[in-house]
């Protein structure tokens, strides 16, 4: 049975590009020139979003095959016009979520995680070149991921040592710690503070996002398999 999925629309200042987010399901978002071209990529997009729903346990709740149900249209700071990519909040976004909401959408990102984990795993070190990243190969997409979280989550108050990110019981830990220092400042009615106040569901969304889109990335540009 087809379903709905809520979306909301974010216009940059000049309207040279849109973001469409489906901001029950952190991490799904894509960009268009228009508010069409946006929402259409974002459905085209909801097949690859579905292994994430699955490692989450929400596999059911996911709609397969939904109708854009849009629910909000803002306008976004000069970034969006620039990347296509949401960078302004909604109010979703801003809205008091309670305690069982946020672990919801924390269970999705820890899935965003392993589902980027699961792709670094298996595609080639080297990745065709391309407009998605020119000629960064899989390394440094992973580097590229760690160092951004590594910002992000000072504002958490979490600091991850760089030898850390680069070990398995190091990246636990660290995770563990992201997802604990949003509960915090959940529990304090506080926005993290090194992100230019960023909304905590904004920044649960913003960091599934950069995982999946990375994550898509290497799929996209993968080479096993397919070298002559």
């Not at 984990?117 to 440094?140: F, N, T």
């Not at 850390?164 to 830990?173: E, Y």
């Amino acid at each position: 049975m087809t379903k709905q999925l809520r979306v909301t629309i974010e216009t940059g200042p000049k309207g040279k590009k849109v973001a469409a987010v489906a901001p029950d399901w952190p991490g799904l978002s894509r960009g268009g020139k228009t508010e069409a071209e946006a929402v259409e990529r974002l459905l085209a997009y909801v097949p690859r979003y579905a292994p994430v729903a699955k490692l989450a346990g929400l596999e059911r709740a996911f709609p397969k095959k939904p109708v854009a149900d849009v629910v909000e249209r803002y306008t976004g700071p000069g970034s969006t016009d620039f990347w296509g990519i949401s960078f302004g909040y909604s109010s979703i976004d801003q809205a008091v979520v309670p305690a069982k909401a946020l672990e919801r959408e924390l269970t999705l990102l820890q899935a965003c995680w392993a589902f980027f984990d699961q792709v670094r795993s298996r595609v080639s070190a080297e990745l065709r070149l391309g407009p998605r990243g020119g000629g960064r190969d899989r390394d440094r997409i992973v580097r590229h991921i760690f160092a951004n979280e590594q910002q992000w989550a000072a504002g958490l108050g979490v600091f991850t040592p760089d030898e850390a990110m680069l070990t398995a019981k190091g990246m636990k830990a660290h995770r563990e710690a992201y997802c604990q220092g949003i509960r915090d400042y959940h529990a304090q009615g506080k926005r993290p503070g090194k992100m230019g106040k960023w909304p905590l569901r904004y920044m649960i969304r913003h960091t599934a996002f950069h995982t999946l889109d990375h994550a898509w990335e290497m799929e996209d540009r993968d080479l096993t398999g397919k070298q002559a």
